[in-house]
């Protein structure tokens, strides 16, 4: 059974760095593609940071480049979203996500079929 947990989300003021962590069970991560995602109140998902199955590549959103990474421990089946210079329009409720199909466009959510629960980011203004 497919399964991704996250963890990590706290309030963070502007500037600050914070890392999630989303814990994969049930399958290989490091075979497939996995995509950090986030929602603010009232918008849809939007993607932010994806690791390709291919060849590991990563893409980042415009938004968040030089920012955003998506570091990951095979050994612990476990992908992490590290973010720094936290700014005021990052907040809101950020998931991983996978698929055991293929993945064309990385960073767009309908891609996807499996998804975390979604911490919540806070940035305090």
């Known amino acids: 059974q497919v399964q991704l947990v996250e963890s990590g989300g706290n309030l963070v003021q502007p500037g600050g760095s914070l890392r999630l962590s989303c814990a994969a069970s049930?399958?290989?991560?490091?075979?497939?593609?996995i995509g950090w995602f986030r929602q603010a109140p009232g918008k849809g998902r939007e993607g932010v940071v994806c690791?390709?199955?291919?060849?590991?590549?990563?893409v980042n959103a415009d938004s968040v480049k030089g920012r955003f990474s998506i570091p990951r421990d095979n050994a612990k089946n476990t992908v992490y979203l590290q973010m720094n210079s936290l700014q005021p329009e990052d907040p809101g409720f950020y998931y991983c996500?996978?698929?055991?199909?293929?993945?064309?466009?990385?960073?767009?959510?309908?891609?996807?079929?499996?998804w975390g629960n979604g911490p919540q980011v806070p940035v305090s203004s």
């Open positions: 690791a390709r199955s291919s060849d590991g590549s990563t």
């Open positions: 049930g399958f290989t991560l490091g075979y497939y593609a």
């Open positions: 996500g996978t698929d055991l199909g293929p993945i064309v466009r990385c960073l767009v959510p309908d891609e996807y079929g499996y």
